[in-house]
């Protein structure tokens, strides 16, 4: 039980640190499902945890991200801005 407990506050950190070093909000929502995924499969061990996990990686991260109604870009060269996400 103690491992499962440790296991979950490692993979909260780890999601947290992974968001934050993407720029864009679709790298860091794909970054979300990813580690989501990772960590549902390592804690539950079935693919339905895996399912479960990238769900509530991917969600958790993109609300945390547009919760200011601000998505951020990356244009054909690059560059990377901030604008009012297009389905808001």
């Given at each position: 039980m103690f491992s499962i407990i440790v296991m979950k506050k490692c993979a909260i950190a780890a999601v947290a640190a992974l968001a934050i070093t993407a720029c864009t909000?679709?790298?860091?929502?794909?970054?979300?499902?990813?580690?989501g995924a990772l960590v549902g499969?390592?804690?539950?061990?079935?693919?339905?945890?895996l399912l479960a996990g990238a769900a509530i990686g991917g969600i958790g991260t993109y609300l945390a991200t547009t919760s200011n109604g601000n998505c951020q870009y990356r244009d054909a060269n690059g560059h990377i801005y901030t604008r009012r996400c297009h389905w808001l």
């Amino acid at each position: 039980m103690f491992s499962i407990i440790v296991m979950k506050k490692c993979a909260i950190a780890a999601v947290a640190a992974l968001a934050i070093t993407a720029c864009t909000t679709a790298e860091k929502t794909a970054t979300g499902t990813g580690v989501g995924a990772l960590v549902g499969a390592a804690v539950f061990r079935t693919p339905a945890g895996l399912l479960a996990g990238a769900a509530i990686g991917g969600i958790g991260t993109y609300l945390a991200t547009t919760s200011n109604g601000n998505c951020q870009y990356r244009d054909a060269n690059g560059h990377i801005y901030t604008r009012r996400c297009h389905w808001l």
